[in-house]
């Protein structure tokens, strides 16, 4: 059987903000009656791309056509208009309205002026029987579940004779009953002959329910693939994008310690990370691996107390400790560099000198201030250690490089002489020269003692760090990989993209 | 006995506790005082209380429409004012016939009003403070007018004023409550019967949400702003009629009895929910709560504040505790 024509093609499709290029030659196609998967990282342009479509934002460059028709849509108004509805993470919908009112608010069928409640209730009804849903329409929206919720929003989406409907992260709130639900619901449409464009971090789910998927990485087309026909593993290689064969294998190795410093026994938080246990040995490097918005940040934040735990307990150095606030972590000598040093941590305008002190003297407590010949001991050795360039402690941070502040970070943390050091995505954004002095540092930190949690999106580094490893997928601590020969960034990729199961 | 209460609570929805609570209020608080009072459990009482309270309820639906969007409107009492000084002013000192006055009042304060409304939406600035703002323009403006009290004698104004509209049994009203009536019925139309009605309580439930379903968010706000103001000019209109004067002390803070009437009346602050029958009831509350210390006599007529203060308090209180149940 011939595939369809696509109802649906964009083609060539550029896209600037700012400074950075979001998409860049993207095409993408939705056939009639098919679950079309897109896929790539945070940031690899899946936003951007549903934006320009449905008219939030223009395009610079390329074309898109609908039904055949070239199309430019200037607001989410007009695309609903013209057939494409988009259901969106959060349900956006107003849970102080009837059931009725969410589906049709905005084009209320009205006789003579007025609105004609009965037969509003009615078509409502209609329409949720269409999903397989039996609701009292009148009821308030708020009296139903998240899931519920989500399939109004689904009905709300498809009243407007909709051709292709675009569902962003539908199932981030959904519990598995719900997700199944949901994905009936899904068919249904399918069957119809409505093009479902669907977005998901959740590999599981992709696979269940699409048919083809586009791969986007950097704003950059990988390709079009049949999902039957490409397997978890390349996916996840072409989302990250390394070739399997050219990951060259560099190596921490796998290491016995003796004390442990900190231990987590089922941690967690719901919605952030389910709970995990993980165990961290003085002058251990543990490296966490996972694709973005695995749940990496997140259980760097819960170590650090940033978030409060919902379950679970934590001991350093075996006495079980509470670490409400990120003060009473650093009591216990724990530190935490976040990965965007440009809104957490470094204050642009004051010296380099300034902003090393500064945790040093919070914990000392503004009454006792830092004296100036130990401020300019300190920070004087920490510029030669870290190779901070320039070399001038009085030089304000926003006139250095990305690197030389990253590293201005890490002398503020490592002042304080933390036990265990948290390193959330370090080298992300600098040159390579200051990469590999940021990973030698970690490794003479190590050896000379200290505890390191490394988190990197490049598997290579981890490798070349770790001791250990730590695999994360779906928001899940789903493996435990000592750092031996038999580890390779293959492995990894294997481990993440299976969620564990194979080893 | 509670089997008997959950049966009620399944079968009433949340949404209309909150105006039956008021609703029941009104009613203990009238067989109360028909028991200690003599001469107050009539009819009469209560359209009295209307009659005294017409301009209040016609500015408090203009509150209403505010309310719901999650907005709140501050400068209804000093628009009252200023338009009872623009009619008194303009038919005493150019002689102006009171059929170019009051629509000419109207236009000015729905005018206000869309300003208002305008900037809130346009600048994305609090409603608190631009119609703080609007509250000290149309106040400052009365003064600019004339610093004293301008009796109105107007032969079409003292007629109004003093024209009873019988209805049965020898009880009567004032045409302004047949006004304020009229107001009422057309505001709870638009409500619940058209588009804009229903893109208010969307706008007041989530305002991001209302955006991305598409509806005329911006045209709504500044539409209940508008609205606020031409009820508020109304109103004006109405107390003139009651005062037979234009005055610039006239209606200090009114606002605040309107949103006292129309938060008592059950509407959330927060906006999104709420009815204008509950407004009429809160109106009819805090007339009440007059009329009864008038019947006890001995009771000073501040005390009237100090019940209206209480009551607020109460009914906060309820709104937090139905809204923290509902989540």
Not at chain 1, 122 to 137: H, S
Not at chain 2, 47 to 64: P, R, S
Request: glycine fraction near 10%; charged fraction near 20%.
């Amino acid at each position: 059987m011939p595939p369809p024509a696509p109802i649906l093609r964009m083609s060539g499709i550029g896209k600037q903000f700012p400074g950075v290029k979001a998409l860049d030659g993207v095409d993408l196609r939705l056939l009639p009656g098919e679950v079309h998967a897109l896929m790539g990282e945070n940031g690899a342009g899946k936003s951007t791309l549903i934006k320009v479509l449905t008219g939030v934002h223009p395009i610079d460059a390329g074309t898109i056509e609908l039904d055949g028709r070239a199309v430019a849509f200037t607001s989410p108004l007009e695309a609903q208009q013209a057939g494409i509805s988009t259901v969106y993470q959060e349900v956006n919908l107003c849970t102080n309205l009837s059931v009725a009112e969410n589906i049709f608010v905005g084009r209320e069928p009205r006789r003579r002026g007025r609105i004609d409640w009965p037969r509003m209730r009615a078509r409502a009804v209609e329409l949720l029987a269409r999903l397989d849903l039996r609701l009292d329409v009148s009821a308030p929206l708020s009296a139903y579940s998240l899931a519920v919720q989500q399939m109004v929003a689904i009905a709300r989406a498809i009243d407007i004779d909709a051709k292709v409907l675009i569902l962003d992260e539908p199932t981030s709130s959904l519990d598995a009953g719900e997700v199944e639900q949901l994905f009936q619901v899904m068919r249904n449409l399918k069957e119809e002959g409505i093009a479902i464009l669907f977005v998901s971090h959740f590999l599981d789910q992709v696979y269940e329910i699409s048919d083809r998927m586009t791969i986007l990485r950097n704003g950059r087309l990988v390709g079009e693939y049949l999902t039957r026909e490409l397997p978890q593993v390349e996916l996840v290689a072409k989302m990250i994008g390394q070739e399997l064969a050219a990951l060259e294998k560099l190596h921490g190795e796998a290491k016995e310690f003796g004390s442990p410093l900190v231990e987590a026994r089922g941690l967690g938080r719901a919605g952030a990370i389910e709970p995990f246990s993980l165990t961290i040995h003085e002058g251990e490097v543990v490296g966490l691996a996972g694709l973005l918005g695995s749940g990496r940040t997140e259980i760097a934040r819960l170590l650090f107390g940033a978030d409060h735990a919902g379950t679970g307990e934590v001991a350093v150095g075996g006495t079980p400790v509470s670490l409400r606030t990120p003060r009473a972590a650093m009591n216990h000598k724990i530190a935490f560099c976040s990965e965007n040093r440009k809104s957490d941590g470094l204050i642009p305008d004051l010296t380099v000198r300034e902003n090393i002190v500064l945790a040093l003297q919070a914990t000392r407590g503004w009454t006792r201030p830092v004296p100036r010949e130990q401020q300019d001991e300190l920070v004087g050795r920490y510029v030669a250690a870290l190779k901070i360039n320039p070399a001038d402690p009085e030089r304000l941070v926003r006139d250095l490089s990305g690197g030389n502040q990253q590293k201005v970070v890490l002398a503020r943390w490592l002042i304080l002489e933390p036990r265990l050091l948290i390193l959330d995505e370090p080298t992300r954004g600098i040159d390579v020269g200051a990469k590999t002095e940021i990973q030698r540092l970690v490794t003479q930190l190590s050896d000379g003692g200290m505890a390191v949690l490394f988190i990197s999106a490049e598997l290579e580094e981890v490798l070349r760090l770790s001791h250990k490893v730590e695999v994360l997928r779906d928001r899940r601590l789903v493996a435990e990989l000592p750092n031996d020969d038999d580890l390779t960034s293959d492995v990894l990729m294997e481990t993440i993209a299976s969620g564990g199961r194979a080893s | 006995m509670t089997t008997a209460a959950l049966d009620l609570s399944r079968r009433i929805p949340a949404k209309y506790v909150p105006v039956l609570v008021t609703g029941c209020l009104f009613v203990a608080m009238f067989v109360v005082g028909g028991i200690r009072y003599e001469g107050f459990a009539s009819g009469q009482v209560i359209l009295n209380v209307f009659v005294d309270n017409a301009f209040l309820l016609v500015v408090a639906v203009g509150m209403t429409f505010v309310i719901l969007t999650g907005g709140i409107d501050l400068s209804v009492g000093s628009v009252v004012a200023l338009s009872t000084m623009i009619s008194a002013s303009l038919m005493k000192g150019p002689g102006w016939p009171p059929y170019l006055v009051i629509p000419l009042v109207l236009v000015i304060g729905s005018v206000l009003g869309m300003v208002m409304g305008y900037i809130i939406h346009a600048f994305d600035i609090q409603p608190f403070i631009v119609t703080l703002a609007g509250m000290f323009l149309a106040r400052g403006l009365c003064y600019t007018i004339g610093t004293d009290s301008i009796p109105i004698e107007d032969a079409t104004f003292t007629a109004f004023a003093q024209t009873k509209v019988n209805l049965f049994a020898g009880m009567w009203v004032s045409p302004s409550v047949v006004i304020a009536a009229v107001v009422v019925l057309v505001a709870a139309y638009v409500l619940h019967y058209t588009r804009l009605g229903r893109a208010v309580y969307a706008t007041g439930g989530s305002e991001q949400s209302a955006l991305l379903m598409g509806l005329p968010v911006a045209r709504t706000k500044i539409t209940v702003y508008t609205v606020s103001g031409f009820c508020s000019a109304l109103g004006g209109v109405l107390l003139s009629f009651y005062m037979l004067s234009g005055y610039g002390l006239h209606a200090v803070g009114m606002e605040l009895d309107a949103i006292a009437a129309v938060v008592i009346g059950g509407t959330l602050l927060t906006g999104g929910s709420g009815f204008l029958l509950g407004t009429v009831l809160g109106v009819l509350v805090l007339g009440l709560i007059q009329t009864v210390i008038s019947f006890e006599g001995t009771l000073s007529s501040w005390w009237t504040k100090i019940f209206i203060g209480l009551l607020l308090f109460v009914f906060i209180l309820l709104q937090r505790l139905f809204s923290a149940r509902r989540t």
